[in-house]
């Protein structure tokens, strides 16, 4: 019966494993415990998809990212705390490092706790800049919940991204509202094009502190849609950063709740928010995998792409000036926790260099196939009359989806001596050709009729 019970718990492990690709530990730094009873069911729900959690604070002595030189955790949650400092195990380097180890961070900020340097030094290296000034909100009057900010029309209500931008509607569709208490606004740098926003204010918000006393804000630190109460960031190695601006709308009390707009009752869809936020940032969604790349001769009939099942398995290292080749990539796309056929957008392609310093060749890859977990993507050309060392290079970067960044090095050489076209299958040759083979037979004919040609009698002159 032992084994029976190993084989059970062996089932209920891959039960619960996390959907994410590249692990399930998590760590959520938390200041004060009794905190945690507030993030219930945003930590319940990464439970119920398979996270193994620890809460940890960021005073403790035990606490570190790393171990034995890698990552300790694959994921981390960061929720605001009253200490301006986190400690030497959560500094802006530490943060760094840890997403070069390609691990995964969510930050969330707040308008009542100052922001901890570390973050602030983490987020002005990642080009997200936030207010200087403490207690520093955004603020709108007419997109606002009517019970709990009717006089400081702090708490936003604004739609899901996918109803005001298409490049986010895979990634964060939903209905509803959402309700966004005392958010911190950042603004993007223009310098980083690794910085994406994902939930921007309404064009009448803006920023404000409630500790200043003038009655009218002359200089805000931004207005309208130039602020961002979520943000993103994914590096060059696929690691993904994401600051929410209010970490109470991930609280107990913004799930499901009732609010109110222009005296309608709504409920908010914050919940659906938090899963779906955290889902790209744990690496649940928008990961793409590259499977069997192949590149080969094509020798097929009418030089077409081979379709076929009867495809060479080995990829050859050299080939030849102004030789048809063809070239076959699989890409899958990691959705709810497996693999299935990758497709772009219908305005948007994958492509091909094959390029030496410079893309001698740049050709959009089509969908030729498709199995069960990946479409194969493939195209067919010739080699350019060059020779010298090239690459086949797949360099796919798109906004919410991992990077894909594939290179094959080959060589191309010149022709053999023996593989020069002959000088009769070159129709430029003919007339050359025929002077040649004229002159020969002129000559010929000549020598022919000189040969042949009788003698003229010379005339005798008589003497007397």
Not at 20 to 26: A, E, I, M, N, V
Request: hydrophobic fraction near 40%; include cysteine.
């Amino acid at each position: 019966m032992r084994w029976l019970f190993s084989l059970l718990a062996c089932a209920l492990l891959g039960a619960v494993q996390a959907k994410s690709f590249t692990g399930d530990r998590l760590l959520v730094v938390l200041e004060e415990q009794s905190e945690r009873e507030k993030y219930s069911a945003l930590l319940g729900d990464l439970s119920d998809r398979g996270f193994k959690t620890t809460v940890d604070s960021p005073k403790s002595a035990k606490l570190s990212l790393f171990q034995h030189g890698e990552r300790a955790y694959d994921h981390v949650i960061l929720l605001p705390g009253k200490s301006k400092g986190l400690g030497p195990a959560l500094t802006a380097n530490q943060f760094l490092d840890f997403m070069k180890k390609e691990g995964n961070i969510v930050v969330g900020l707040s308008s009542e706790t100052a922001i901890p340097s570390s973050v602030q030094s983490l987020l002005l290296e990642l080009d997200i800049h936030t207010p200087s000034d403490k207690g520093a909100l955004v603020v709108d009057h007419f997109n606002y919940d009517s019970v709990s900010a009717s006089d400081k029309h702090d708490t936003l209500l604004v739609p899901f991204p996918n109803a005001l931008r298409p490049d986010v509607r895979n990634f964060f569709a939903g209905e509803g509202l959402l309700a966004v208490p005392k958010a911190v606004g950042q603004i993007l740098g223009n310098e980083s094009p690794l910085v994406m926003p994902v939930l921007r204010a309404p064009s009448t918000a803006y920023s404000y502190n409630p500790k200043d006393e003038a009655d009218s804000v002359e200089d805000p630190f931004a207005t309208g849609e130039q602020l961002n109460l979520v943000s993103s960031m994914q590096s060059h190695n696929s690691a993904r950063f994401t600051v929410i601006g209010s970490s109470e709308m991930l609280q107990n009390g913004w799930f499901l709740q009732d609010a109110k707009l222009n005296d309608k009752a709504i409920k908010t869809a914050n919940r659906e928010f938090a899963a779906q936020i955290t889902a790209w940032t744990f690496k649940e969604a928008g990961v793409l995998k590259i499977g069997k790349l192949l590149h080969y001769q094509n020798e097929g009939q009418n030089k077409k792409l081979n379709t076929s099942t009867a495809i060479p398995e080995s990829n050859p290292t050299i080939y030849r000036i102004k030789e048809d080749v063809a070239f076959q990539i699989e890409i899958s796309e990691y959705k709810n926790d497996r693999l299935v056929p990758f497709f772009p957008a219908s305005d948007d392609n994958v492509q091909l260099e094959f390029s030496m310093l410079s893309p001698f060749h740049r050709l959009n890859l089509a969908p030729i196939s498709q199995t069960a977990n990946a479409t194969i993507f493939g195209v067919s050309f010739k080699t350019p009359d060059q020779h010298g060392i090239f690459n086949f290079r797949i360099n796919y970067r798109r906004p919410f989806l991992t990077n894909v960044d594939e290179k094959r090095q080959v060589t191309v050489r010149h022709f053999a001596h023996d593989e020069w076209p002959r000088s009769w299958e070159i129709n430029g040759a003919w007339p050359w050709i025929g002077g040649i083979w004229t002159t020969v037979g002129g000559f010929v004919a000549f020598v022919a009729v000189w040969l042949y040609s009788a003698p003229t009698e010379k005339s005798v002159k008589k003497t007397q």
